[in-house]
């Protein structure tokens, strides 16, 4: 089956870029999204077709997706970003989400 | 603005059926477009897609809970709901409803707040 493979974690000081990776076989070839999820909440969409925001997103969030890895970044980082990150793609007609990184804001 | 609601027993026995249903207000299943999902989330662990229904019933489930899963709808209630059967502790998670899109590509715009099953004896 399909896997999606994040970092547990990531750590980013305040006002500095942060960059959460994802990776799965051949990646690129399929379209990648990005839900952030805070303690208590349901995950939220921030990046979908792997650089568009929703509408009420933060410019500061923005994707890319090549060859083996996606990537979400979020730049000038504030506290408020703080929260666990998931990766998810399609294959097959089943939905794989990558196992998380929680973004830690010093 | 479209909201979905679980709703369901928080506590399952092991060996039973965990029942949820869905409730969606804004928005008309029957209205076609989107397919209605469960997503499940174990005690601080990642996300696990557990299928989908579209409105008139078609249904496609993740092949690793296939054989215990049936996702159903009632359109005249506007809610789709989740059976999952023969369930174990490992089936303790917080459980989701969402909506599929797939205008521009499929995606998960919107959430329940999620409801929390525990299976113990």
């Known amino acids: 089956s399909y896997e999606l493979t994040q970092a547990p974690s990531v750590s980013v000081s305040p006002g500095q870029t942060a960059s959460i990776t994802c990776s799965g076989d051949k990646l690129g070839d399929k379209f990648a999204c990005w839900y952030q999820q805070k303690p208590g909440q349901s995950p939220v969409l921030v990046i979908y077709?792997?650089?568009m925001r929703p509408s009420g997103i933060s410019e500061r969030f923005s994707g890319s997706n090549s060859g083996n890895t996606a990537t979400l970044t979020i730049s000038g980082t504030q506290a408020m970003d703080e929260a666990d990150y998931y990766c998810?793609?399609?294959?097959?007609?089943?939905?794989?989400f990558g196992g998380g990184t929680k973004l830690t804001v010093l | 603005q479209v909201q979905l609601q679980e709703s369901g027993p928080g506590l399952v026995k092991p060996s039973q059926t965990l029942s949820l249903t869905c409730t969606v207000s804004?928005?008309?299943?029957?209205?076609?477009?989107?397919?209605w999902t469960w997503i499940r989330q174990h005690p601080g662990k990642g996300l696990e897609w557990i299928g989908f229904i579209y409105y008139s019933g078609s249904t496609y489930y993740n092949p690793s809970l296939k054989s215990r899963v049936t996702i159903s709808v009632d359109t005249s209630k506007n809610q789709f709901s989740l059976k999952l059967n023969s369930v174990t502790a490992a089936d303790t998670a917080v459980y989701y409803c969402?909506?599929?899109?797939?205008?521009?590509?499929?995606?998960?715009?919107?959430w329940g707040q999620g409801t929390l099953v525990t299976v113990s004896s």
């Open positions: 969402a909506r599929d899109n797939p205008d521009l590509q499929r995606l998960f715009d919107y």
């Open positions: 998810q793609a399609w294959d097959s007609d089943t939905a794989v």
């Open positions: 804004g928005g008309s299943i029957s209205s076609g477009g989107y397919y």
């Open positions: 077709q792997d650089n």
